[in-house]
């Protein structure tokens, strides 16, 4: 399984000299499985190239939603694929309490927020999650559940038979919980995250901004290690970068989390074009 970094930035995209080397481009993951299968995981701005970047043969793809705040979905409109009668578009995300996943996406998808309404799309299956979840694409196994974060929001977990990938790019897992990953199994996304191979976690906030920002769905650096550690995974992949982070900004940042000594695992910073071998 190959996973390349295609949008990495969260709640704003913020494309400029500054953001360069992580990437400006909000969420948007290519997942390559071993049996051909292509994966998109959330459909930020970065969704927009990997369409572009996409062979004209593809028969067909699956976009994984993990919520559908706008920077989650706002790439959608401009993802190729969806306008081509050829490909064999499955669109799967979170319903609500009160609305299901096609009419939350007819929102965005239609006028006036956009011009082209979602059931005009040639060839697009819509799979409405119900959580906890287990479903099959091709030779892959996913697991999808609810992780901490405003409004229905899924993590995924994705299985091939020697590999583990988990995205959980949106999560708060220290949001009301005292003594703070004392245990994993009340802790937010553990199963989820449990002995991955790669984990793509949020880690949008250092300590002081997180201060002003509790109960808004995200993690700090050191959230995301100590979430890392608890769930023994072998690399972690920093993600969802504030929109307000330049690219030093998060090097200093990412530093001084590898200051901290022996981590048990790989700290990778998650820039933009980054294609990492799960295995």
């Given at each position: 399984?190959?996973?390349?970094?295609?949008?990495?930035?969260?709640?704003?995209?913020?494309?400029?000299?500054?953001?360069?080397?992580?990437?400006?481009?909000?969420?948007?993951?290519?997942?390559?499985?071993?049996?051909?299968?292509?994966?998109?995981?959330?459909?930020?701005?970065?969704?927009?190239?990997?369409?572009?970047?996409?062979?004209?043969?593809?028969?067909?793809?699956?976009?994984?939603?993990?919520?559908?705040?706008?920077?989650?979905?706002?790439?959608?409109?401009?993802?190729?694929?969806?306008?081509?009668?050829?490909?064999?578009?499955?669109?799967?995300?979170?319903?609500?309490?009160?609305?299901?996943?096609?009419?939350?996406?007819?929102?965005?998808?239609?006028?006036?927020?956009?011009?082209?309404?979602?059931?005009?799309?040639?060839?697009?299956?819509?799979?409405?999650?119900?959580?906890?979840?287990?479903?099959?694409?091709?030779?892959?196994?996913?697991?999808?559940?609810?992780?901490?974060?405003?409004?229905?929001?899924?993590?995924?977990?994705?299985?091939?038979?020697?590999?583990?990938?988990?995205?959980?790019?949106?999560?708060?897992?220290?949001?009301?919980?005292?003594?703070?990953?004392?245990?994993?199994?009340?802790?937010?996304?553990?199963?989820?995250?449990?002995q991955a191979d790669v984990l793509i976690h949020d880690a949008q906030y250092t300590d002081d901004e997180y201060r002003q920002r509790i109960g808004?769905?995200?993690?700090?650096?050191?959230?995301?290690?100590?979430?890392?550690?608890l769930a023994g995974v072998k690399r972690l992949v920093t993600f969802h970068h504030d929109p307000g982070h330049s690219d030093d900004k998060l090097?200093?940042?990412?530093?001084?989390?590898?200051?901290?000594?022996?981590?048990?695992?790989?700290?990778?910073p998650g820039q933009v074009g980054l294609t990492l071998c799960v295995e």
């Amino acid at each position: 399984m190959k996973a390349t970094l295609w949008g990495t930035r969260g709640s704003l995209a913020s494309a400029g000299p500054d953001t360069i080397r992580y990437g400006g481009d909000t969420a948007a993951v290519e997942v390559r499985g071993p049996g051909g299968e292509i994966l998109v995981l959330d459909a930020g701005s970065g969704i927009r190239p990997i369409g572009d970047h996409l062979a004209a043969d593809v028969p067909r793809l699956d976009i994984l939603l993990t919520h559908l705040h706008m920077d989650h979905i706002q790439g959608l409109g401009f993802f190729a694929p969806l306008f081509d009668p050829m490909v064999d578009v499955h669109i799967w995300g979170p319903g609500s309490t009160t609305l299901s996943l096609a009419k939350r996406l007819t929102r965005y998808l239609s006028p006036p927020l956009f011009p082209v309404l979602l059931r005009d799309l040639p060839t697009v299956t819509l799979h409405e999650i119900h959580p906890p979840a287990t479903f099959d694409i091709g030779s892959l196994s996913i697991q999808a559940d609810l992780i901490v974060h405003p409004g229905p929001t899924l993590g995924y977990r994705i299985e091939s038979t020697d590999c583990v990938l988990a995205y959980l790019p949106d999560h708060e897992p220290a949001l009301g919980v005292s003594g703070f990953l004392a245990h994993a199994a009340w802790t937010s996304g553990f199963d989820l995250a449990r002995q991955a191979d790669v984990l793509i976690h949020d880690a949008q906030y250092t300590d002081d901004e997180y201060r002003q920002r509790i109960g808004w769905g995200h993690s700090t650096f050191e959230h995301a290690l100590d979430f890392a550690g608890l769930a023994g995974v072998k690399r972690l992949v920093t993600f969802h970068h504030d929109p307000g982070h330049s690219d030093d900004k998060l090097d200093g940042v990412l530093e001084e989390m590898r200051a901290r000594g022996d981590l048990g695992f790989e700290l990778i910073p998650g820039q933009v074009g980054l294609t990492l071998c799960v295995e």
